[in-house]
């Protein structure tokens, strides 16, 4: 099999897919500095003569696919496979893989050096000194940006999928109580509580917000729900932006309704004149889509890609396509 890869993927990952599975013709879109548009990714596939093809953020069209039918399977080093258009895939019989969770431990980590930040006023003391700001007296600092400990803070979870549930592992320690609302969540740790949503918004110290974009989630939390936020509590979202409505969330910020917001995606990308007034205000920490990039991701979606495609073809040594039933056309990837 000839295997197109336009995701980056380490040496090992490339040698580990050679001697399972074949030729690999490998084409990262790192040094492009974008993804592969539509009409690149046709050439791409064609020049290759690709059986497969392994992607990460390239425009996976309709068309694209439709054009490539012999695929024997799809696989997308991502969160979710939004960049693909799995109905078309699933239509031709080609299944589709991806890698939840591979940036877990990325988004996790930058979220609770984010809320430290915050409660410690971590980033306004710095800009103090940096402005010179420290007069005679020791105790100027000390006075004005006192915090907070994380430490005995309750952190309610929007979605307790992997990133949600590794946040609460890692923070057990703090102590922090954890509570949650998922209603696909049927089985827990019973430390942690599973409220209503309405109930995580008004009870959380902080409200973190972990849920893919569906036709469910879309705007989903509103003013209705953030206005039920504690005065003193932070609003957290890495997952994506439009689960929020936007001008909900500049309505309680500028009313310092809430003592602040800790934000990695916007409404556009790059920012509008309205995403900035957000990300403009002193009790708001921004970041640009970060939350997931380290270069450990790039291991871990190797790996949990790699192993689930071995484990794939390992049943009965049979083709994806021969596997691929009606009841089983695109896969998820548990890592």
């Known amino acids: 099999m000839r295997i197109l890869i336009t995701a980056p993927y380490n040496e090992k990952g490339l040698q580990e897919i050679e001697q399972q599975f074949g030729e690999v013709v490998y084409?990262?879109?790192k040094p492009n500095g974008r993804a592969w548009n539509e009409e690149?990714?046709?050439?791409?596939?064609?020049?290759?003569?690709?059986?497969?093809?392994?992607?990460e953020h390239d425009h996976v069209t309709a068309r694209v696919i439709a054009a490539n039918p012999q695929l024997q399977f799809i696989g997308v080093?991502?969160?979710?496979?939004?960049?693909?258009?799995?109905?078309?895939?699933?239509?031709?019989?080609?299944?589709?893989?991806?890698?939840?969770?591979?940036?877990?431990?990325?988004?996790a980590e930058m979220f609770i050096s984010n809320v430290i930040m915050l409660l410690r006023n971590t980033i306004p003391?710095?800009?103090?000194?940096?402005?010179?700001?420290?007069?005679?007296?020791?105790?100027?600092?000390?006075?004005?940006?006192?915090?907070?400990?994380?430490?005995?803070?309750?952190?309610?979870?929007?979605?307790?999928?992997?990133?949600?549930q590794l946040i609460a592992r890692m923070v057990k320690d703090y102590p922090c109580q954890i509570q949650f609302f998922d209603p696909y969540v049927t089985e827990h740790n019973p430390a942690y509580r599973k409220l209503?949503?309405?109930?995580?918004?008004?009870t959380s110290d902080i409200v973190s917000v972990h849920l893919p974009v569906t036709a469910e989630t879309k705007g989903m939390i509103g003013s209705s729900l953030l206005s039920k936020m504690k005065k003193d509590a932070i609003f957290v979202n890495t997952a994506r932006a439009s689960v929020v409505q936007r001008e909900a969330l500049l309505g309680v910020l500028e009313k310092n309704a809430i003592r602040g917001a800790i934000l990695d995606v916007f409404d556009n990308e790059p920012?509008?004149?309205?995403?900035?007034?957000?990300?403009?205000?002193?009790h708001v920490i921004a970041t640009p889509h970060i939350?997931?990039?380290?270069?450990?991701?790039?291991?871990?979606?190797v790996d949990i890609l790699n192993r689930a495609l071995i484990q794939w073809f390992a049943n009965g040594n049979k083709s994806i396509a021969e596997l691929a039933n009606k009841e089983i056309r695109s896969i998820q990837v548990n890592g």
Not at 126 to 149: C, M, P, T, V
């Open 291 to 301: 939350a997931g990039a380290t270069h450990e991701v790039e291991d871990h979606h």
């Open 271 to 282: 920012p509008d004149a309205i995403d900035y007034r957000i990300i403009d205000m002193p």
């Open 77 to 107: 080093c991502r969160g979710t496979p939004s960049n693909v258009a799995v109905p078309k895939a699933t239509e031709l019989g080609i299944p589709v893989f991806f890698t939840p969770a591979r940036n877990a431990q990325a988004v």
């Open 125 to 164: 003391g710095i800009n103090w000194l940096k402005d010179r700001q420290w007069q005679e007296g020791a105790h100027d600092s000390y006075l004005h940006f006192k915090g907070n400990e994380l430490a005995g803070k309750t952190i309610g979870m929007v979605g307790f999928g992997a990133i949600g």
């Open 196 to 202: 209503s949503i309405e109930e995580v918004f008004a």
């Open 27 to 29: 084409r990262s879109w």
């Open 40 to 55: 690149e990714l046709l050439a791409l596939l064609e020049e290759s003569s690709a059986e497969a093809l392994i992607t």
